[in-house]
Each structure stands twice: as C-alpha cells, then as structure tokens.
C-alpha cells in the first residue's frame, strides 16, 4: 500500500514536472510547429470587387449615374438637380441634397468635377462639399486652379484639417475621393468619448490620414461637439455647377 502511494506521488510530481517544465521554457520560435498560428476560422465573407471603380457586390449604389431616388432635397422633395450624361450637377439655388438612408461608420467612394468654365476665385470656384452625417464637411473645390486657405481647399476636413498634399485635378476633369469614416461616439450624458476620424484619398493619393475630427463644420467660429447617432450624407449646394456620378457606400 505504502509502495502504491510513493509510487502514485512520483508519477504525479513527474507529470508536474513536465508540463510546469513546458510551460517555463517555452521553445524558440523557430522550433514552432507553424501550424500552430494559423487561423482557419472564421474566414472573412467573399466581396466581388467592382471593375475598375465600379461598387464591390456588398455597397449600396447611391447614384449611378441616372436614378437619383436614394436622395432628397431637406424638406423632402425630390432632387431638382440636372441628371445628364451619367452625372447629376447642382442647380444653383435648389439646395442640397440629403441622402435617404442614414449612416455612421462607412467607406465611401463619390467622384466628382469642378465646371471647366468657372472662372471664379477662392471658395467661390467649384465649391460643393460632402457632409458626413449631415455635419462634417470634407471640402470639393477647384484646388488645381485658383487659391484659397490651406484648410479651405479641396479635400480639407473644412476649416479643421487640410489635405496633406494637393492632389487635384483640372476643373472640367473628374476626380475621385475614397473615404473612409469612423464616427465619433458620445456617451449616455451626451458628451463626446471617442472622436470621429476620417482618411480620405483624392484620385488615388493620400490626404487625409486617419485624421480627428474636431466637431462640427463651422464657416464662423469653432467647431461643435453635440450628441448625434446616424445621418444622410448631404451634397452640398454653393450655388456652382458641381457634378457627381459613382457613388456608393459600404457600411463598416
Ligand atoms: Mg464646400
């Protein structure tokens, strides 16, 4: 009996001994079985890319180029832009134009073009803009020709963050923007916990790098911080004949 027992207890300690040994000296990496760090599942879902900038399978087409039923004018008539040619182009007076459906967090692609014959200057050459939940504005403007304030040009989170390169094309050209958005989040009593941030590429370059969003688009004075949850992307209406076509979004 007293054998059995001396007998079990160093099996035991053995045992011990060996996984606690294992567990201290883990092995070199390159002794590693590289099995042990793959992970199979879950694998990420199949997207079919869109050719050339067309909308991947998953987005949500905003405007093709003819149908402009996914957008409003503010008090909710439809859109008195002009559709032609595959791009809708704002008419000046008319307003804005709101987007039916509300979104936060999102990648979204728009292209836009700056009218060839607007011989204006400063932010009165080809302004539009595109409000991100109604509220935060990364500028279009006709930055290739014309000169305006750093943090008012094209792709500029507007008045907060200018673009970290000119990468504008002539007026009369198309161009694109591909954003990508994070928006900020706010807490049950209202105030702001976690900035909204924003990277956007103009034509295929860099120009804003996961930037912070101070608040809210403001032409005088600072940017706000009021609690808000989802809301329509807005086209803005400066009173120039900007044109827009290839729009679509991805919800994150
Ligand atoms: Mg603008």
Known sequence: MKKEFFFILFITLAVQRLVIGQIAQPKA???????????????PRMVTPGAGTAAPSDATVLFDGKNTAEWTHQDG???KWEVKDGAMTVVKGTGGI???KTFGDCQLHIEWRAPADDMDEGQNRGNSGIFLQNRYEVQVLDSHGGTTYSNGQAGAIYKQSMPLVNACRPAGEWQTYDIIYTAPKFNADGMKVVPGFITVLHNGVLIQHHTEIKGTTEYRGLPKNIAH????????????????RNIWIREL
């Open 29 to 43: 990496s390159e002794e590693w079985d590289p099995r042990l760090t793959e992970v199979w599942e879950p694998a």
């Open 77 to 79: 008539t439809p859109v």
């Open 98 to 100: 709101f987007t039916k």
């Open 229 to 244: 949850g989802k809301g329509p992307i807005q086209l803005q209406d400066h009173g120039e004949k900007v044109s827009y």
